[in-house]
């Protein structure tokens, strides 16, 4: 009876060991929320490696269209530059081609030369460097000293006309050739004609 009070006793004491060390242990497996959350914190984030190879591409590619940009505003300047200068070459050889013409002895503008010369002076206007040297002519007829005059008087006339017309009076020069420069050598009306004039020319 005894050895049997005894054995329960001891097996007693045994399973109560026994409950005692699985609630230890899993006590310990029992996380804390709290720590959880601290260490979850405390984790580095994962940081992504640049992608160096792109990152070059797109920079080379901006590069190539901002070259390619620069390229274009320059062809297209240089090309507006070009349609400029090649209109004011025109534009120059008309003012110089266009010739005043004038009755026989006569220093007085026709209603045709009045109107040449008002786009010569807006041509003048226009055109701010240029200084202008206005060449009187005369035709064959005539003595070399009267002639002469004659082709003064011309030049001055043309030279008052755009002057009313707001062409600055410094700009302007006034020469005459009288007889010395004909443009035809024959003695003919129609050449009597041509050479009667007054022509101009840009410096």
Same mark, same amino acid.
């Given at each position: ?7 329960i006793?001891?097996?007693?004491l ?10 230890c242990? +899993? ?14 914190? +405390? ?6 490696a ?5 990152i ?17 505003a320059?062809?297209?300047k ?8 090649? +209109?004011r ?15 026989f ?14 786009? +010569?002076a ?19 007829r ?11 008087r ?27 420069k ?22």
């Amino acid at each position: 009876m005894k050895n049997t009070s005894a054995t329960i006793l001891i097996l007693s004491l045994m399973v109560a060991v026994t409950c005692m060390g699985t609630a230890c242990a +899993k006590k310990n497996l029992i996380t804390d929320p709290a720590t959880t959350e601290m260490n979850e914190e +405390k984790k580095p984030e994962t940081v992504m490696a640049p992608d160096v190879p792109k990152i070059e591409e797109n920079i080379k590619i901006t590069e190539e269209n901002r070259r390619l940009e620069a390229e274009r505003a320059l062809a297209a300047k240089l090309e507006k530059e070009g349609r400029a200068a090649e +209109k004011r070459v025109k534009e120059t050889a008309l003012f110089i081609n266009e010739i005043i013409y004038f009755e026989f002895d006569s220093s007085q503008l026709s209603d045709k030369g009045k109107e040449q010369l008002r786009e +010569k002076a807006a041509w003048i206007e226009a055109n701010s460097e240029p200084h202008i040297t206005i060449e009187g002519h005369c035709d064959r007829r005539g003595t070399v000293e009267y002639n002469l005059a004659l082709g003064e008087r011309r030049a001055l006339f043309v030279k008052k006309y755009l002057i009313d017309l707001g062409v600055p009076q410094n700009r302007m020069t006034c020469l005459s050739f009288g007889e010395e420069k004909p443009v035809s050598m024959a003695e003919d009306q129609q050449s009597h004609e041509k050479n009667r004039r007054v022509k101009f020319r840009v410096q």
